[in-house]
């Protein structure tokens, strides 16, 4: 579902930036250490957990630079923001998690027909809780920004870190399990059960990225919010042809609203300007347009998203 951001621009930047620094420190800690543990010991869970923090650094570092183009303000050749900039680095999160997947599948099918012993376990172990603990630190900073943001390329990056906490328990399973049991067969099955879980994350990060990209169209209670903001001022009456979208910190939305034909232009005008310091009241990150028809008088009009009355007839009928 496409996400709603209910702050300010510069304070959703700050926000931002502070916790994609975060991020990105956190993965650089985390391959470094998780490629040392892995040269002491073998382990392909191990192995699979330092791949995945490798993408994980460059999916942050994607994130790093996305969501502080995002914020520039609109230039001449972007009327419209930059956005959206947060949707295609989410996008590009999704395609390496589906490639860190697909590599740990790999490695793991591989020693699970030939599975190899664990060595130096104790490291492995203390590398991978150490991992767990970072992890969540993150996860919960990630979620704090979110609840104030709602920003598609922090959510996508945290729904990466989120799969990575859950793969971090499994892999530490998976090593004790074969450093108890001397089975190799443990640390194989758990990177499997990782790629499975990564596979899973990233079809999720895929689905909200592309929603912000096609231009979904904001929730259904938030629409009906911004048409009942409206129609506070009994003037203006009958919304229609209300038309939203999310772009990385930024809401679009414009619409048609009808109004007293004997108004003058200078009422009129007063009426729309009063009704968006409303909107923008509740949505300080919004681009608001709005169109006044002369109520009773508007013949329908809009070019190819015109709202035709057969279309209003359909409509009401479903």
Request: aromatic fraction near 6%; charge should be negative.
């Amino acid at each position: 579902m496409t996400s709603v951001p209910m702050i300010p621009a510069a304070e959703t930047a700050a926000l931002t930036r502070r916790v994609t620094l975060y991020s990105v420190a956190t993965a650089a800690v985390l391959v470094t250490l998780k490629v040392a543990a892995w040269l002491a010991s073998g382990s392909v869970a191990l192995l699979a957990s330092a791949a995945d923090s490798g993408l994980d650094l460059v999916a942050s570092l994607i994130t790093f630079f996305a969501v502080r183009y995002a914020v520039a303000p609109p230039d001449a050749e972007h009327r419209y923001g930059h956005g959206k900039a947060e949707g295609f680095a989410s996008l590009m999160q999704a395609g390496l998690v589906f490639a860190s997947a697909a590599l740990i599948a790999r490695e793991a099918v591989g020693d699970l027909m030939a599975p190899k012993p664990i060595q130096a376990s104790g490291w492995a172990i203390a590398v991978m809780a150490v991992s767990v603990v970072l992890t969540f630190l993150l996860v919960t900073a990630q979620g704090r920004v979110l609840r104030q943001t709602s920003s598609v390329a922090v959510s996508g990056d945290r729904a990466h870190y989120a799969a990575d906490l859950a793969s971090n328990f499994i892999a530490l399973a998976g090593i004790g399990a074969a450093a108890v049991f001397g089975a190799g067969r443990f640390d194989a099955v758990a990177a499997l059960a990782i790629a499975a879980l990564l596979l899973w994350g990233a079809v999720s990060v895929f689905r909200e990225a592309s929603g912000q990209l096609m231009d979904h169209e904001l929730p259904d209670d938030v629409r009906a919010r911004i048409v009942a903001l409206m129609t506070e001022d009994r003037r203006l009456t009958d919304v229609h042809q209300l038309r939203t979208r999310a772009s990385g910190p930024y809401v679009h939305m414009q619409m048609h609203v009808d109004l007293d034909p004997e108004l003058t232009l200078e009422a009129a005008h007063q009426v729309i300007v009063e009704a968006e310091k409303r909107l923008l009241a509740e949505f300080p990150s919004a681009d608001v347009i709005i169109h006044a028809d002369p109520r009773g008088r508007a013949e329908p009009h809009g070019g190819a998203f015109a709202e035709t009355k057969a279309a209003k007839s359909s409509a009401a009928e479903t």
